[in-house]
């Protein structure tokens, strides 16, 4: 049974030190105030309104002479929003002061923990000394002291401190922490959630690695600070030695900065920035980097006068209204093997878009400017093509049309070059397509088209200027027959699904006189295989009558699946728009598919294919497969064979490994690599030593990358990398 007494404070209390020392748990409010209800509010100096002291005890005892309440026994304090919790305490209710022994705690309500061996502190717990204190941070931060004093309620100055986001070892407590920070005096300002640190050690498994005079950094509960971040320490045969110190500015909720100096041995210093922001009607970033010095040759020999060299990437994305939005994605270099040398992007072209477009529905219209970067040495800059404008239009009626589904496409190009053949292009298209499900199961897709394309080419040579104006017009119609057929048996669904395309289209359409600006590469593989026109683009197109099949197989179980589809095209003649390489050229096409087998969600093989119909052998093969045990092991293989086409001219067959596999505890090895195995020779190889538990990550990585690109050799970097959980 509870005994619940209220204590007024300044009144005379008439109940004897027995009673209060009841057996049963005793709750005392201990009232500041008397019951006068003008004074039902008044202010703390901090702002707080004054509350209750809430006590609850095994055992309580009150000496009325002395306004000394004791309470022993699972004894809980309560002021507001925050708890202290002991086995014994003393609180004297004229200076305010409780005192707290055994296993003192204070449990602030932001989820921050305060513990000791004793606490002397003010009944609302703002103010006071604790000994031997321990803090918890939002459930990771641990702070460890001799002694604490707590000024202001919320912030602690702390004398012989250490702090780590490492948890205890369960076994051995008093095991050093993968790392921590000592220091002879800590302050933690709790408002700021910030850590600040005087004449602190840095540990590394309890060994000391570095001193700091003054260091700094937020708590776990701050999402966003100003501060240095883990600094990147290497070297490669291209820069030599190099470090990398960056530096986060949290400016303001909605914007941020990066700058990340960095030293090199053999270019000197370099400016890596990153801005982001979020803005009213959207977001955008921007990232660059500089450095002030020599450019280089393609046998890696400086030359010249010195100059500004670097990049500039961005990207934003901005609302107009419900149905309109504007965006831009930029991408540029100084010079060629600028991003490769300083390990920014391994990208050989760069795409620089601008563009506004809308959604109204099933509508859409957009404008696009595009602007391209090419790297490679055999890239010509004046050839390459700036494309302004690209408008697109989609508009689709919510009515039906002859029961089916009506669409409108509208495009229109320019592509400029700054040497050779600048294109115009205009092209409509007009479609219709009627689903139809039968009572037996058969799937019907009906579908007729109607384009018409006008160019007008200008091609500037030594010998002068070629006007052309062409245009076409491109009729196509077919049907689409599916029937899935599917049962379960042994537990497992089974679909197996025959599909039959039919496409009638007169022959030609393919002039000399139209450029192939945008369909000259592609792949004809099991994703196009029933597309009404294979090509990627409009320049081409694919001509006269066509019978596309295929066939689906699947199975389907608890914890995966396995899945196949095969197919090819057939012709009444052959298809010159078609490479020979292309496999599509002559009356019966390619075999193409896919194979996937993934029996659980940890591991999946994936194998794409195209066999040559007369030869039967591999055209393109690609086999890919993953196994992953999170707490273990990740193995990642991969196989891809391609033959020679107009655009390469050589064959291409690789194998790329990557793995990653735990050895002890906390200690991973990991390893990737890619063999170009037509010229027999390694492309990229990597392997290290990873540490991670749940409060630090550590990584040692050798990296030998084994081709040349001008002034970029083969090379061989390592690279140490840290980071501490929980520090922001």
């Known amino acids: 049974m509870k005994v619940a007494y209220r204590l007024i404070a300044g009144l005379p209390i008439l109940l004897s030190t027995a009673s209060l020392a009841a057996a049963a748990p005793v ?58 919790l002991a086995d014994k305490l003393i609180y004297n209710q004229e200076s305010r002061i409780v005192i707290a022994e055994g296993n003192a705690t204070i449990r602030e309500a932001n989820g921050t923990t305060l513990s000791g061996n004793r606490m002397e502190v003010t009944d609302d717990m703002r103010e006071g000394i604790i000994e031997s204190m321990n803090v918890i941070i939002a459930g990771r931060g641990r702070l460890a002291a001799a002694r604490a004093t707590r000024t202001g309620g919320n912030m602690m100055t702390l004398e012989k401190a250490a702090y780590t986001t490492c948890e205890p070892c369960k076994e051995d407590p008093s095991k050093a922490p993968t790392w921590q920070i000592k220091a002879f005096r800590v302050i933690y300002n709790q408002d700021k959630a910030r850590v600040e640190y005087e004449d602190a050690f840095f540990e590394v498994f309890g060994v000391p690695i570095a001193y700091l005079p003054y260091f700094s950094h937020s708590d776990p509960e701050a999402p966003r600070a100003s501060g240095f971040l883990v600094p990147g320490v290497g070297h490669s045969t291209d820069i030599g030695y190099f470090l990398e110190v960056p530096y986060y500015f949290a400016l303001d909720p909605s914007y941020d900065l990066l700058l990340s100096p960095m030293y090199t041995e ?53 609302d107009i209204d419900d149905v309109w939005r504007w965006g831009y994605d930029a991408e540029v270099t100084s010079n060629d093997t600028y991003l490769k040398r300083y390990d920014i992007s391994s990208k050989d072209r760069l795409v620089n878009n601008l563009f506004i477009e809308g959604i109204d529905g099933r509508s859409y219209a957009a404008v696009n400017g595009w602007y391209f970067q090419g790297l490679r040495e055999t890239d010509d800059p004046g050839t390459t093509p700036l494309v302004l404008p690209l408008v697109e239009l989609e508009y689709v009626p919510d009515e039906a049309v002859l029961g089916g589904r009506f669409q409108l496409v509208g495009n229109a190009l320019y592509l400029h070059r700054g040497e050779g053949r600048d294109t115009a292009r205009l092209s409509s ?19 007729a088209n109607l384009r018409a394309d006008g160019y007008h080419v200008t091609d500037t040579g030594v010998s002068g200027t070629d006007e052309q104006t062409v245009g076409r017009i491109l009729p196509w119609a077919g049907a689409e027959w599916r029937y899935p057929m599917v049962r379960t048996d042994w537990g497992w669904k089974q679909v197996i699904e025959p ?11 393919n002039p000399d006189e139209i450029p192939n600006e945008d369909s000259a590469s592609f792949e004809f593989d099991e994703t196009n295989l029933f597309s009404f026109n294979k090509f990627p683009g409009l320049d081409r197109w694919e001509t006269g009558p066509r019978v596309n099949v295929g066939f689906r197989a699947a199975a389907y179980f608890d914890e995966g699946f396995v899945e196949a589809i095969v197919g090819e095209s057939f012709r009444f003649h052959e298809d010159d728009a078609f490479t020979e390489e292309s496999g599509l050229r002559n009356q019966q096409s390619d075999y193409v598919g896919r194979l996937t087998i993934q029996p659980d969600a940890n591991i999946r093989l994936v194998h794409r294919f195209r066999i040559d119909q007369s030869a039967l052998r591999y055209e393109r093969n690609e086999i890919y497969g993953e196994a992953f045990d999170p707490d273990w092991y990740t193995f990642r293989a991969g196989y891809l064979l391609l033959e020679p086409d107009p655009l390469i001219p050589t064959q291409r067959e690789e194998i790329s490994l990557e793995g990653r596999v735990r050895t002890i505890e906390h200690i991973w090895f990991r390893a990737s690599g890619r063999r170009d195995l037509a010229d027999e020779q390694m492309i990229e190889s990597k392997f290290g030593l990873a540490y991670e538990d749940d409060c630090a990550e550590f990584g040692l990585d050798f990296r030998r990358r084994f081709t040349r690109d001008r002034d970029i050799e083969p090379s061989s970097s390592f690279l140490f990398t840290f980071r501490l959980k929980g520090v922001n």
């Open 266 to 318: 053999n270019d000197g210093p370099l400016l890596k920035s990153e801005w982001r922001q979020r803005v009213t009607d959207g977001q955008y970033y921007i990232q660059a980097s500089g450095r002030y010095g020599q450019p280089r040759n393609r046998f890696g020999v400086e030359y010249g006068d010195e100059t500004l060299q670097g990049h500039v990437f961005g990207k934003g994305r901005f």
């Open 429 to 447: 298209t007009a479609s219709w397509k009627l689903p139809v499900t039968t009572t037996g199961g058969h799937l019907f897709t009906f579908f």
């Open 499 to 509: 599909i039959v395309q039919v496409i009638g289209a007169p022959y030609g359409g």
């Open 27 to 84: 709750v005392l409010p201990l009232a500041r105030l008397a019951d006068d209800p003008a004074a039902s509010a008044p202010q703390e100096s901090n702002g707080e309104k004054k509350q209750e002291v809430l006590i609850r005890a095994d055992k309580m005892t009150y000496d009325a002479n002395t306004s000394v309440v004791t309470a022993e026994g699972n004894v809980e304090v309560t002021y507001g929003p925050r708890t202290l």
